[in-house]
């Protein structure tokens, strides 16, 4: 398999992220206002950047995300395996007290290394990775794209990362994110690098 240059960026802000509420991939939420302006940020930073194409989930908050540099005729593909992980029960609600203190219990035994426990009616990080390496396996094996842009979500990127990087999986949250925040991967056509970490410097003038 070629090198390739891989720009990672989470989605924009949306409401459901302003107000608290669990979104995962059965919430399709559009930006919000300030999400729009990250967004915009984001291009005006990276615009000269020669993608050859661009990734997204199916959910349009990632597509409303990188939707400038499409607008520049650049390749689009939208792969369900980029999805946000499900929450199952929990998506569209508020995270009160005891919704915090679900996600945080799941969140300690991912930590303990308890991967393949779902969320109720939801996924796994297990299953998050299993319905990712295809989608994976098909960004890098297309020989014509060197430098591509990847735009999804907070966790899956956590879980994303892990698998690129091999690390276990129990390491996820290792990786912080925050919206529209960028990760740049070099691959070398056998293993991946980091060469930025949750880089928000091109946010600096976003109110």
């Given at each position: ?194 060469e930025c970490y949750n880089d928000v410097r091109h946010l600096r003038l976003v109110p």
């Amino acid at each position: 398999m070629n090198s390739k240059k891989i720009y990672i960026v989470r989605h924009g802000q949306t409401d459901f992220n302003l107000r608290n509420i669990v979104q995962g991939s059965g919430v399709d939420s559009s930006l919000n206002e300030r999400g729009q302006a990250q967004a915009k940020a984001f291009f005006e930073t990276y615009k000269e950047v020669a993608f050859d194409k661009i990734y997204t989930s199916v959910l349009q908050r990632t597509v409303q995300s990188v939707q400038s540099f499409i607008d520049l005729g650049i390749p689009h593909e939208k792969l369900v395996g980029l999805n946000e992980i499900s929450w199952g029960t929990k998506e569209g609600h508020p995270i009160t007290p005891e919704e915090d203190e679900y996600y945080h219990y799941m969140l300690k035994q991912w930590q303990l290394g308890n991967t393949s426990l779902c969320i109720e009616k939801g996924e796994s990080p297990d299953d998050v990775v299993k319905r990712m390496k295809p989608a994976v396996e098909h960004i890098l094996q297309q020989t014509t794209e060197q430098t591509v842009l990847i735009c999804m979500h907070g966790r899956a990127i956590r879980i994303l990362l892990c698998h690129l990087l091999n690390y276990p999986l129990k390491s996820m949250d290792m990786f912080e994110h925050q919206n529209l925040c960028l990760y740049q991967l070099t691959y070398t056509g056998s293993m991946f690098s980091v060469e930025c970490y949750n880089d928000v410097r091109h946010l600096r003038l976003v109110p």
